[in-house]
């Protein structure tokens, strides 16, 4: 179920990056301007902080925390917070740029390039969200090969994203390079007609190539729609909407994680009835329907994911898995081969194709593109274990000791993880490793069980 939880939290944050990257950074100070009390997301928080408070070293307990934070508009808050979850996962890209929002949202955009930049820097194409921040404030910095260069790094690493397409245009705009800034506006206008900016970019460019007429049909429309995105960006409705919904996506994976996925689906079908244009939303609840065993529902939600968008890397990661749990090994595979075609950067895409994999008993292929996931996401405990499974499946002993290892230190409170470990360091041969490593999971299960019969029940 832990799985469920950070595929939820992941697509909520994707989310909303993308929503950050696109827009120009607020004001200083736009962002922490006080909002109405939310009694459920405040409830929410302060179990986090709770269980934050109780394993203070669990990376997943502090990112929760941190997203939380973020989603309901506690800036600087959430900027602590990711600080301290990337301390805790020095290898993984993701709460650093998490930050550099943060400090983007604070006014703070000295610093946030220096957080985007350090990012980029270490995790070279693990980050394409820090790479488009970095070269957006490189371009309002004046550097423009700079930041040219990291748009189409971008460009190459997300294809399918507009995102890198519009800030390329506006470099080559800057730069008087208008023949590219028109093809690449005419590139995001393809995959995204609605994409921010696309318009207006694409009448610039026109009109400096003397394309008079084709201009005057874009661009007093492509003004009127832009200065009212600048002007309503940060309105008290629009932060209240992020607010709203990043805090019931949250609570929807925590119910999740817990168990109960009745309520979690009741949360989301009710979230997506409120905001039937959100596709993350949509998305969401698929899964959701998966993990419950409600195929048909999950079958036809997908059919209209994937009718508006054929490339969503989640859509057809969730379609592996309904047809891996409706008994089509096949069309499980065609559908993670498409995810991992659509989403060759995407951690996720990479385990549920491994995850198919080694369902079909398949495990050396499983144990390469598990591989492919943890070289992506290297802070996941789920993809360390999920190769130690494969390679201990394709008879690899001695190998699924280190990924089981590091899984405990990435989830050090988590049962699963520990009992692996004792059991690869048993078929490896380490009697007496195996050994402790069963006895921290037993000393961990009567722990956690123990603080269960003292909690009160769940209704």
Request: aromatic letters at 4%; one cysteine or more.
């Amino acid at each position: 179920m832990r799985g469920a939880l950070r595929r939820l939290l992941a697509s909520a944050v994707a989310a909303a990056g993308v929503a950050v990257a696109q827009e120009p950074a607020p004001p200083p100070g736009a962002a922490t301007r006080p909002v109405p009390e939310d009694a459920e997301a405040d409830a929410l928080i302060a179990r986090l902080r709770a269980t934050v408070g109780a394993r203070p070293s669990d990376p997943a307990a502090q990112t929760d925390l941190a997203l939380a934070l973020y989603f309901n508009r506690r800036i600087a808050e959430a900027e602590t917070a990711f600080a301290r979850a990337a301390e805790l996962l020095p290898r993984d890209p993701r709460p650093r740029a998490w930050r550099g929002y943060c400090l983007l949202l604070l006014g703070d955009v000295d610093a946030a390039y220096a957080v985007f930049d350090a990012c980029v820097t270490a995790f070279p194409d693990a980050s394409p969200e820090a790479r488009h921040e970095r070269g957006r404030l490189r371009r309002i910095r004046g550097d423009l090969a700079g930041a040219a260069e990291d748009f189409a790094r971008v460009r190459a690493l997300r294809p399918e994203d507009p995102a890198g397409f519009v800030g390329g245009a506006g470099v080559a705009l800057d730069a008087r390079d208008d023949a590219l800034a028109l093809r690449l506006a005419e590139q995001a206008e393809a995959l995204d007609p609605g994409a921010p900016d696309v318009a207006f970019l694409k009448a610039a460019a026109l009109k400096r190539l003397g394309r008079d007429a084709e201009a005057a049909g874009i661009l007093p429309a492509a003004r009127g729609v832009r200065e009212r995105r600048v002007a309503d960006a940060w309105t008290r409705r629009e932060r209240e909407l992020t607010r709203s919904v990043g805090a019931r996506m949250l609570e929807a994976a925590e119910l999740l994680a817990r168990g109960r996925g009745d309520e979690a689906i009741a949360r989301l079908e009710a979230l997506r009835a409120a905001h039937p244009d959100k596709h993350e939303i949509a998305a969401n609840l698929a899964a959701a329907y998966v993990e419950a065993g409600r195929l048909d529902a999950a079958r036809a939600l997908l059919a209209t994911l994937l009718a508006a968008r054929p490339a969503d890397v989640a859509a057809h990661r969730t379609l592996a898995l309904l047809r891996l749990a409706a008994g089509d090994g096949d069309g499980a595979l065609a559908a993670a081969d498409d995810a991992v075609r659509h989403g060759p950067e995407v951690a996720a895409a990479h385990a549920v194709r491994g995850r198919v994999l080694y369902a079909l008993k398949r495990p050396s292929e499983a144990v390469a593109a598990f591989e492919a996931a943890v070289r992506l996401d290297l802070g996941d405990a789920d993809h360390r274990l999920a190769l130690a499974a494969a390679l201990r499946a394709a008879g690899r002993q001695a190998e699924a000791v280190a990924p089981a290892e590091a899984a405990t230190r990435l989830a050090p409170r988590r049962v699963e993880a520990w009992k692996a470990l004792a059991e690869a360091r048993g078929l490896a041969g380490d009697a007496e490793g195996a050994r402790a490593a069963a006895d921290a999971a037993a000393s961990l299960e009567i722990e956690i069980h123990g603080a269960r019969r003292r909690a009160p029940p769940m209704r």
